[in-house]
């Protein structure tokens, strides 16, 4: 995942190198993004076009409860309309999370279908039952970790973007004119 980081990372900054004379619009970043992929509609989870805006952990009952909210830029949000994907996710704990809840990652959840009124505006929660209880220490060292890592996959389960998350995590969306 960090190869194609880096790879979106100096395509995009190719890209607004040789664009002195092109319009670096939304449509054109994705239609770039698109045929350097070699696929149509290929889905970007970039932050152009989706953004986290925030990142909540909660504990009670053994069990933890993982949420954090999303929005769709309008023009992304148009598209997933069209093209009704189905989408997955899993959470990957940062080292430290892992060893106290002796796994690396969640078990995948589909996505909601993106609903057609209008709301770009979305909120997943990502619950696990614990085994045993967590003491004060380690529930504090799980909500101030800073290092989870969101997988969103395809139909296929093949990994389509990784975003870094954490409780602290902003709206970063970048906006295009």
Known sequence: MPKLRLFVIVLCLLLAGCSKNQNMTFDNINRQLDEASGTENNLWFVPANFSVSSFDIKYG??????????????????KLLITKPQLYYRLLFPKEVSNILKVKESDYFQLQPIETNGKRKYAIELPLNMDKKLSDEEIELIRNNLDYNLMIYNENFKAISMLEINKLSTDRTIYFK
């Open 61 to 78: 009952n053994n069990k933890l409860v993982y949420t954090w909210t999303f929005t769709f830029n309008e023009k992304f949000y148009q």
